[in-house]
């Protein structure tokens, strides 16, 4: 059993930034694929963006890119989502994943994933 939990939600305003976290526990961190993704209320969650295992691969969905950056410390067992330039488009309970494949096209997809946080409340408004 693999256990995720997010943090670092909260209220921005249009424009502003946000670091989210999320740390796992039970397995070994450092050989899990580890993703991000979002849902509004009423619409499907949706892919945001991945890491591979040792961090050097990365994947982000067009509606972030160059505005969100993934990384992670292995040795602290987190994964983390720097955001910036929010927009109200970005307001979402932000999830993470882990998998313990490598990454692939999967990866940006729901069903690529085995283990789930239960997700932290981003708003972007004024």
């Known amino acids: 059993q693999v256990y995720v939990v997010e943090s670092g939600g909260g209220l921005v305003q249009p424009g502003g930034s946000l670091r989210l976290s999320c740390v796992a526990s039970?397995?070994?961190?450092?050989?899990?694929?580890m993703g991000w993704f979002r849902q509004a209320p009423g619409s499907e969650r949706e892919f945001v963006s991945a890491?591979?295992?040792?961090?050097?691969?990365?994947y982000y969905a067009d509606s972030v890119k160059g505005r969100f950056t993934i990384s992670r410390d292995n040795a602290k067992n987190t994964v983390y989502l720097q955001m910036n330039s929010l927009n109200a488009d970005d307001t979402a309970v932000y999830f993470c994943?882990?998998?313990?494949?490598?990454?692939?096209?999967?990866?940006?997809?729901?069903?690529?994933?085995?283990?789930w946080g239960q997700g932290t409340q981003v708003t972007v408004s004024s």
């Open positions: 994943a882990a998998d313990n494949r490598p990454l692939a096209k999967r990866s940006r997809t729901v069903l690529g994933y085995e283990y």
């Open positions: 890491i591979s295992w040792s961090g050097v691969s990365t």
């Open positions: 039970g397995r070994t961190f450092s050989t899990y694929t």
